[in-house]
T-cell receptor
Framework: AQTVTQSQPEMSVQEAETVTLSCTYD???????LFWYKQPPSRQMILVIR??????QNATENRFSVNFQKAAKSFSLKISDSQLGDAAMYFC???????????FGEGTQLTVNP | GAGVSQSPSNKVTEKGKDVELRCDPI?????LYWYRQRLGQGLEFLIY????????KSGLPSDRFSAERTGESVSTLTIQRTQQEDSAVYLC??????????????FGDGTRLSIL
């Protein structure tokens, strides 16, 4: 079974600085998708960024980028120029190409200090 | 352009009662998912609908949990004889379906269920 591990329950960053959130996963599949979701106190899960495993190039969305290391099964999220609105719980998730469900990690609570 | 809508937003009920949670997916999304999120934890998959059928219901924790979907629209998650361990936020998501399986899931705000 696939598992997703986020080893940092909490992280903090100063406004305008850069922070990296870690995620590792376990799978025997060669093709799959990886996601980072943000969950503010409003509870809604917001898609931040996604990566297709067959693509070597790391995905980037404005201030958000990933470091995808397929051999190491690592998928970290880098947030540059952190803003107060980035404060939230961040979840890493995995999905098989043929599957339907998302498998989530336990989450990392990010605090942004002014 | 409405997103995924869930109701009620919050539900408090006594142990042993039945509850129904509702999800309205984004129009045109044929795939619908239910997840459970216990306090301070990640999301656990419950069930997946493709149209009216549920090809994957392997995440339902017990026979007290059931779900149905009418048309390619509203879904209802029912929990019978609720227990205190059922207390959680129940999140619904919907997505388009593609052969590649790369369509993102769009989530609602969830229903916070509290069992007294």
């Amino acid at each position: 079974a696939q598992t997703v591990t986020q080893s940092q329950p909490e992280m903090s960053v100063q406004e305008a600085e850069t922070v990296t959130l870690s995620c590792t996963y376990d799978t025997s599949e060669s093709d799959y998708y990886l996601f980072w979701y943000k969950q503010p106190p409003s509870r809604q899960m917001i898609l931040v960024i996604r990566q297709e495993a067959y693509k070597q190039q790391n995905a980037t969305e404005n201030r958000f980028s990933v470091n995808f290391q397929k051999a190491a099964k690592s998928f970290s999220l880098k947030i540059s120029d952190s803003q107060l609105g980035d404060a939230a719980m961040y979840f890493c998730a995995y999905r098989e190409t043929s599957g339907s469900r998302l498998t989530f990690g336990e989450g990392t609570q990010l605090t942004v200090n002014p | 352009g409405a997103g995924v809508s869930q109701s009620p937003s919050n539900k408090v009920t006594e142990k042993g009662k039945d509850v129904e949670l509702r999800c309205d997916p984004i129009s045109g999304h044929t795939a619908l998912y239910w997840y459970r999120q216990r306090l301070g934890q990640g999301l656990e998959f419950l069930i997946y609908f493709q149209g009216n059928s549920a090809p994957d219901k392997s995440g339902l924790p017990s026979d007290r949990f059931s779900a149905e979907r009418t048309g390619e629209s509203v879904s209802t998650l029912t929990i019978q004889r609720t227990q205190q361990e059922d207390s959680a936020v129940y999140l619904c998501a919907s997505s388009l379906v593609s052969r590649q399986g790369n369509q993102p899931q769009h989530f609602g705000d969830g229903t916070r269920l509290s069992i007294l």
